[in-house]
C-alpha cells in the first residue's frame, strides 16, 4: 500500500496547494492550480482519477481550515471552485490527445468519447444563453452538468491508454472518509472546531441566510435555524 499512499497523498496535496494559495494571490492559485494539472497529467496520467475523486471528496476540507481567513461570500465560492478548474484543465490535456490520436483508438472508445462532446456542445450553448440572463448562475449550473461528463471522458480515456490502480487508493480514501464520518457522529461539536469546520458551516448558513433561503423555508414549513448544528 506504499505506492497507494503516496497516490493519495500527492491527491491531497494537489487539492490543497490552490486553496492556500488563493489567499495570497487568486492568480497564483489558478495558475498553480493549472500547471499541477498539467504536470500531473503528463507525469502520472494513471493517477488523474484517483486525484480527481479526492478532490471531490475533500477540497471542502481544506477550504474549512483556511476558512477564518474567508471574508466574504464572493471569495467562499470561489476558492471551492478549484476541483472543476483542475477537472478542465486535466479533460483539455487528454481530450486534446483523444483528437490528434484519434484513429488509433478502439471504435467503443470513439464512440463512447463522441456523444458525449456532443452532450457537452449542448451544455455549452445552453451555458451561454444562461450567461445572457444570470451569469453567476450559469456558471453554477455549468460546473454542475458539465463536471460528470468531463469526468468520465477523462477516465474512459486514460483507463484505455494505460492500467489504473483504483483499488488500493479508494481503500485508503474509503477508510479516511469513513473515519472522519464516525468522527463526526461521535464528537460533531469537538471536530468542527478542530477543522474550522463551524466557520465554514456558518459562512454557507449565511450565505442561504442572505439569499433568502431560510425565509421561505420559515414561511413554507415553520422551522427555523437556529444555528449550524440544525
Not at 490552490?18 to 494571490?25: D, G, I, K, Y
Not at 478532490?55 to 471574508?71: E, G, K, R, T, W
Not at 483528437?99 to 449542448?122: H, K, N, Q
Amino acid at each position: 500500500y506504499l505506492g497507494a499512499t503516496a497516490t493519495v497523498a500527492a491527491g491531497m496535496l494537489i487539492t490543497a496547494v490552490p486553496v492556500v494559495f488563493h489567499l495570497a494571490s487568486q492568480s497564483i492559485a489558478i495558475a498553480l492550480c493549472v500547471l499541477i494539472s498539467v504536470i500531473l497529467t503528463y507525469v502520472r496520467s494513471a493517477s488523474v482519477p484517483v486525484a480527481l475523486i479526492i478532490a471531490y471528496l475533500f477540497q471542502n476540507l481544506f477550504v474549512a481550515m483556511v476558512s477564518p481567513a474567508i471574508v466574504d461570500n464572493e471569495q467562499l465560492n470561489t476558492i471551492r471552485a478549484y476541483n472543476f478548474l483542475m477537472t478542465a484543465t486535466v479533460w483539455l490535456v487528454i481530450t486534446a490527445g483523444y483528437w490528434i490520436d484519434r484513429g488509433s483508438l478502439d471504435r467503443r472508445v470513439r464512440v463512447a468519447t463522441d456523444v458525449t462532446t456532443g452532450v457537452l456542445v449542448l451544455i455549452g450553448l445552453y451555458f451561454v444563453l444562461g450567461v445572457l440572463s444570470h451569469a453567476e448562475s450559469a456558471v453554477t449550473y455549468l460546473r454542475n452538468i458539465a463536471a460528470p461528463f468531463l469526468l468520465f471522458q477523462i477516465c474512459l480515456i486514460t483507463a484505455y491508454r494505460s492500467p489504473i490502480e483504483f483499488i488500493k487508493p479508494l481503500v485508503i480514501v474509503a477508510a479516511l472518509a469513513t473515519g472522519y464520518g464516525f468522527l463526526e457522529l461521535f464528537a460533531q461539536e469537538q471536530l468542527l472546531r478542530l477543522v474550522n469546520g463551524d466557520v465554514y458551516v456558518s459562512l454557507r448558513v449565511r450565505q442561504e441566510y442572505e439569499s433568502g433561503v431560510w425565509l421561505r423555508q420559515l414561511q413554507e414549513t415553520g422551522y427555523v435555524m437556529r444555528s449550524y448544528l440544525d
